[in-house]
Antibody, heavy 113, light 112 residues
Framework: EVQLLESGGGLVQPGGSLRLSCTASGFPFSTSGMNWVRQAPGKGLEWVSVIGETYTSYADSVKGRFTFSRDNSKNTIHLEMNSLRAEDTALYYC????????WGRGTMVTVSS | DVVMTQSPLSLPVTLGQPASISCRSSQSLVHSDGNTYLHWFHQRPGQSPRRLIYKVSNRDSGVPDRFSGSGSGTDFTLKISRVEAEDVGIYYCMQGTHWPRTFGQGTKVEIK
């Protein structure tokens, strides 16, 4: 069974930093693309970033501020978020696969003073 | 970016009756590999999204056969043959052909 467990969310001031993590199990992690998708309170879904074996891509809204990395030895991905803004406030989902076939429960990030 | 436009945005339905959601993309979703990466997701209240349909018309494991997807190019449809109470929530289409990946605005399905 595929399991995706996010962690690292919390309350941070504008301009601050946060590091999200997602630990995966139940599938061949090292060869799977992984994504972060976020959902602002009461809003729809927004793709944030993807990581493959050697490839990463970012939404324009986070490019230059967020860094996506993976540790295949620990079946874990990380999203380093810097220069956070109020508009980054959202539930961040870890999503498996190039075509989004499994989702975690999410970790909440709140950017507020 | 590819804009995904869903309609309607709100869909009140009667139990046991059919329902249909449209999704249109601003560009063709046919990939250079020949596949069309248009997927449908369902998000129940308070839950994470779950993929229902992938590549236009393929049901994911465990998805009831009352759900079906169709379409091609830029025009796609999700149909529920007979709505059940557990089908309430928000349905999103998403394109996985072009970068960045983009979602429709969501269609809220509720029981009349």
């Amino acid at each position: 069974e595929v399991q995706l467990l996010e962690s690292g969310g919390g309350l941070v001031q504008p301009g601050g930093s946060l590091r999200l993590s997602c630990t995966a199990s139940g599938f061949p992690f090292s060869t799977s693309g992984m994504n972060w998708v976020r959902q602002a309170p009461g809003k729809g879904l927004e793709w944030v970033s993807v990581i493959g074996e050697t490839y990463t891509s970012y939404a324009d809204s986070v490019k230059g501020r967020f860094t996506f990395s993976r540790d295949n030895s620990k079946n874990t991905i990380h999203l380093e978020m810097n220069s956070l803004r109020a508009e980054d406030t959202a539930l961040y989902y870890c999503v498996k696969g190039w075509q989004f076939d499994a989702w975690g429960r999410g970790t909440m990030v709140t950017v507020s003073s | 970016d590819v804009v995904m436009t869903q309609s309607p945005l709100s869909l009140p339905v009667t139990l046991g009756q059919p329902a249909s959601i449209s999704c249109r993309s601003s560009q063709s979703l046919v990939h250079s590999d020949g596949n069309t990466y248009l997927h449908w997701f369902h998000q129940r209240p308070g839950q994470s999204p779950r993929r229902l349909i992938y590549k236009v018309s393929n049901r994911d494991s465990g998805v009831p056969d009352r759900f079906s997807g169709s379409g091609s190019g830029t025009d796609f449809t999700l149909k529920i043959s007979r709505v059940e109470a557990e089908d309430v929530g928000i349905y999103y289409c998403m394109q996985g052909t072009h970068w960045p990946r983009t979602f429709g605005q969501g269609t809220k399905v509720e029981i009349k």
